[in-house]
């Protein structure tokens, strides 16, 4: 959970910086550390990616134009939110101070900002998460010890699975902490809105925390159809929970980026490649 006094918040931040060192440069040294992150993304950019088979066909024609128009669409809003003021966020994508059902402008550590509005054209509630723009976010994305975490799949109200694995501790604990904010003024919309889909969209560390939080959100008996979209998610998660959230996480990488391949798996894998 989030730390709840400056003290608390001091200790994490120590632990944090202490640890990211102990995993770049206290092992790797500047120079191949450089060097690493160099060949990484090189590598990243030859890679076919995971999912892509000898049947993968290239999308055209309207329906394609129409889809990456749509999440162009969303890439836009996304942004927007982090990265100007929130009078111009509404502005652009044409909401009013009715529509916002609950925002926290100020990001502390394991606190990020996010805002959770009323698209009335599209008829969804859309949560934006912020990423990794202010020193506290940081320090949220550099809390990357491995922690439990396990998905219930619910079926018609029902426990169906459990998925068991581990998850990015800095973004669990924003994931849960926006949870308890958003999920009663969210409950409530949905009863009042019973049609609206619910869309969790982020960018970078904000993509993996909605990433979380859409798992979260879904184990909830109201909150069952909620979907995700992911832009340039950081690594969050086991192999196996990835996988369990490809029916309603759409994951967004930009060719080479570094921020979506890189987790501590993929750290020493290239260390002992690089060594």
Aim: with cysteine.
């Amino acid at each position: 959970s989030p730390p709840v006094s400056c003290c608390e918040a001091a200790a994490v931040a120590a632990r944090t910086a202490r640890r990211a060192w102990e995993l770049t440069v206290g092992r790797w040294g500047l120079h191949g550390l450089a060097f690493g992150i160099k060949r990484h993304m090189k590598r990243q950019g030859n890679l076919q990616h995971e999912y892509r088979g000898s049947d993968c066909l290239q999308l055209k024609g309207h329906d394609a134009h129409t889809e990456v128009a749509y999440l162009l669409e969303h890439l836009k809003l996304c942004m927007f939110y982090s990265k100007n003021r929130f009078s111009e966020f509404l502005k652009f994508g044409g909401y009013s101070q009715e529509d916002v059902l609950i925002h926290k402008s100020r990001a502390r550590l394991m606190q990020p900002s996010f805002v959770l509005v009323r698209d009335q054209k599209a008829k969804c509630f859309l949560l934006f998460i912020r990423g990794a723009i202010s020193p506290r976010e940081r320090l949220t994305a550099a809390s990357s010890v491995e922690v439990p975490f396990h998905h219930i799949v619910l079926n018609e109200g029902q426990i169906d699975n459990v998925i068991l694995g581990y998850a990015h501790c800095g973004m669990l604990a924003a994931a849960r902490w926006i949870s308890n904010l958003v999920m009663p003024p969210l409950r409530n919309a949905v009863r009042e809105f019973p049609d609206y889909q619910i869309k969790v969209i982020g960018h970078s560390m904000g993509a993996g925390i909605g990433a979380i939080l859409t798992y979260i959100l879904r184990e909830h008996y109201d909150f069952t159809s909620c979907t995700c979209l992911a832009f340039g998610p950081a690594a969050c998660m086991t192999w196996e929970l990835a996988e369990s959230g490809k029916d309603f996480i759409t994951s967004l990488v930009n060719r080479d980026d570094v921020v979506p391949a890189l987790s501590k798996v993929a750290m020493e894998s290239l260390r002992s490649e690089v060594f």
